[in-house]
């Protein structure tokens, strides 16, 4: 709206003469890019969110360790890479408690929920929190 040609926004209020933006309701929406392919479609996958300081575990459950030892023994990350269980020790270690277990185990691990240690233990066996 114009204010007088004094004010500096008189005759054309600050628009200029022609165009798409000097009309009423004139104007593009946000990222249109006069009808190229916008940066937000071009970059599908830049969107979302992820967490760059998210920690991922290599995980064993508990009848995937019964499976591996036959019998009682010592449990690592470098013996679970041994046995080819997975790739490498990169990523830390946590135990899972799907499966049952019949016989004792010494783990030592980074992580291990609740039912895998209480599972280890009525099978005689011992859980090791490493850091």
Do not use: W
Not at 27 to 44: A, D, K, M
Request: proline share 3%; charged share 20%; with cysteine.
């Amino acid at each position: 709206m114009g204010r007088g040609d004094a004010s500096g926004f008189g005759s054309f209020s600050g628009r200029g003469m022609k165009g798409q933006n000097s009309r009423s309701g004139g104007g593009v929406r946000p990222g249109f890019e006069g009808g190229q392919l916008p940066l937000i479609t071009s970059l599908p996958s830049l969107r979302g969110f992820h967490n760059r300081f998210k920690i991922q575990y290599n995980v064993v459950n508990v009848d995937t360790l019964s499976e591996v030892y036959s019998s009682g023994g010592d449990v690592t990350a470098e013996s679970l890479v041994e046995t080819r269980v997975f790739k490498n020790t990169k990523r830390p270690l946590k135990i899972l408690g799907r499966g049952n277990l019949k016989f004792a185990l010494n783990i030592s691990a980074n992580k291990c929920s609740a039912a895998a240690r209480s599972k280890i233990e009525a099978a005689g066996g011992s859980v090791q929190v490493v850091e």
